[in-house]
């Protein structure tokens, strides 16, 4: 689904992504870990067009993205749900979400009633703002807001952080059953290494801008090296 080769991100002198290559199946979730300041969040944003490498290839699929616009990235089947959430507070529950359709098109009645079902609990909140929303369901909603593009590549940055672990585990558990039910394809960045391995069919360690390791998730977590090291493992 996407192929990366020597990326090179920088913001002025300080580089971000240093050479970082890897794939990602298709219909499978990624883990990107790694310590704050290890270029996870550069490395999305350079993924979907809203920062430009320096050097370096993307392929979604058999296009290649590296120069393109945000909004064609996103016609393209690319969705990035950044840190933080970014849903407007000031507009309703469903506007957000219909804002999320206009990139490709979509944004009607089938596609809400899809994002409806997923999270149950928007449905009775659609009239109010975002702003009333909890952490949680602000999660839901920019999640949810992502889908109504009907992507095939899902960039998801941190979307536990903040919540309270019952509600993170609900969040891991939905991208787990998007994978398996619809074929959805995940690349997820996550602080939580535990929790993101747990959903995960591949991880991938990145460090001060490179990749220190690309491997399975049980094997990951196994490496005692990488736990201390990279993963905020103890055990």
Known sequence: MLRVDDLHTAYGPVRALDGVSFEVARGSVTAVLGANGAGKTSLLRTLSGLVRARSGRIRLEDRSIGHLPVERIVRLGMAHVPEGRGVIGELSVEENLRLGGLWRGHGGRRELDEVYELFPQLRGRRAGTASSLSGGERQMLAIGRALMARPR????????????????????????????QTGLTVLLVEQNARAALSIA????????GRIVADDEPARLAADAGLRHAYLGLET
């Open 153 to 180: 590549l899902l960039l998801l940055d941190e979307p536990s952080l903040g919540l309270a672990p019952i509600v993170a585990a609900k969040i891991m558990a939905l991208l787990r059953d998007l994978r398996d």
């Open 201 to 208: 069919d591949r991880g991938i360690v990145l460090s001060l």
